[in-house]
């Protein structure tokens, strides 16, 4: 039942790299004196972001996932977060970089930072690769973000559309052909 599409190219392969490189030494500055990172990556997103960035971070780290539950509409917005997969270790006292592909509303990343902090981490961030901040609800942001994009719909680097598209190596844009 999806609508026939082309994709676009909006932000290719070379400029996703160029910009983890850059906020990888960003980040390493951030954890310099950290024993062992916990890199917690959103599942299905994140899997090609977080493999890309870590490989970057010249770091100690632990990679784990976390699954939650989507939100149809902002009716179940204010709802806590229904845990799909829980992390495998404990992260009190321990420092965590969440990893997410792109923030929309925001819901799904102020959630899992609030339930996050609730384990009560030494020190907590966040990277997100995409940012549309015309779409925000929440009153949340990334502490580190690749590109703000305009309120476009886009696929590849892990973001779907119906669970298509995630192994695409650039960020495209998703247009409709059937004029509707
Ligand atoms: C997408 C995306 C983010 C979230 C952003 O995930 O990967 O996790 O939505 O939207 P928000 O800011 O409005 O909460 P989705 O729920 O589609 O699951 P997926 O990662 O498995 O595709
Ligand atoms: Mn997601
Ligand atoms: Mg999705």
């Known amino acids: 039942t999806t609508r026939p599409y082309v ?3 909006m932000i290719s392969a070379k400029s996703i790299a160029a910009r983890i490189e850059a906020l990888s030494r960003e980040i390493a500055q951030e954890f310099a004196d950290t ?3 916990v890199v917690v990556g959103l599942l299905r997103g994140s899997f090609v972001f977080i493999a890309d ?3 970057e971070l010249r770091l100690p780290v632990e990679v784990d996932f976390l699954e939650v539950s989507s939100y149809g509409n902002a009716m179940e917005s204010s709802r806590e977060v229904r845990i799909l997969k829980d992390l495998r270790s404990a992260i009190e006292g321990r420092d965590v970089l969440v990893v997410e592909d792109i923030v929309d509303t925001g819901h799904t990343l102020s959630h ?3 339930l996050l902090t609730s384990r009560n981490p030494r020190k907590l961030r966040t990277i997100a690769l995409l940012d549309k901040p015309s779409r925000r609800e929440a009153d949340i942001k990334a502490d580190w973000t690749g590109f703000e ?3 476009e719909f886009v696929v590849g680097y ?5 669970q298509a598209n995630r ?3 650039h960020i495209g ?4 052909t059937d004029g509707g």
């Not at 892990?158 to 119906?162: P, Q």
């Not at 844009?173 to 409709?176: D, E, G, I, N």
């Open 7 to 9: 994709i676009d190219e």
């Open 35 to 37: 024993e062992q990172l």
């Open 53 to 55: 960035l870590v490989r």
């Open 112 to 114: 899992v930072v609030r």
């Open 149 to 151: 994009i305009p309120d």
């Open 158 to 162: 892990g973001i779907d559309y119906a």
């Open 167 to 169: 192994n695409l190596p």
């Open 173 to 176: 844009k998703v247009r409709f």
